[in-house]
């Protein structure tokens, strides 16, 4: 893996450990649909989508 998928790994596991601490709601209901549509473009490596779906889900969870 590159120094940059690396990151994104992690991104992925304190955005995780994140929503898994949230209590149940809409805003956590969000922050899961962002956080799939992350691992879906993490699975296709897109580094910038997974990202951005990251950031999305961070922001649905505040």
């Given at each position: 893996?590159?120094?940059?998928q690396n990151k994104?790994?992690?991104?992925?596991?304190?955005?995780?450990?994140?929503?898994?601490?949230?209590?149940?709601?809409?805003?956590?209901?969000?922050?899961?649909?962002?956080?799939?549509?992350?691992?879906?473009?993490?699975?296709?490596?897109?580094?910038?989508?997974?990202?951005?779906?990251?950031?999305?889900?961070?922001?649905?969870?505040?």
């Open positions: 893996m590159t120094p940059e994104t790994a992690d991104k992925m596991k304190t955005v995780k450990a994140a929503w898994d601490k949230a209590t149940f709601g809409p805003k956590k209901d969000a922050a899961l649909k962002h956080y799939q549509a992350a691992e879906k473009a993490h699975t296709a490596k897109n580094d910038a989508d997974t990202n951005k779906e990251l950031d999305a889900a961070t922001h649905a969870l505040a």
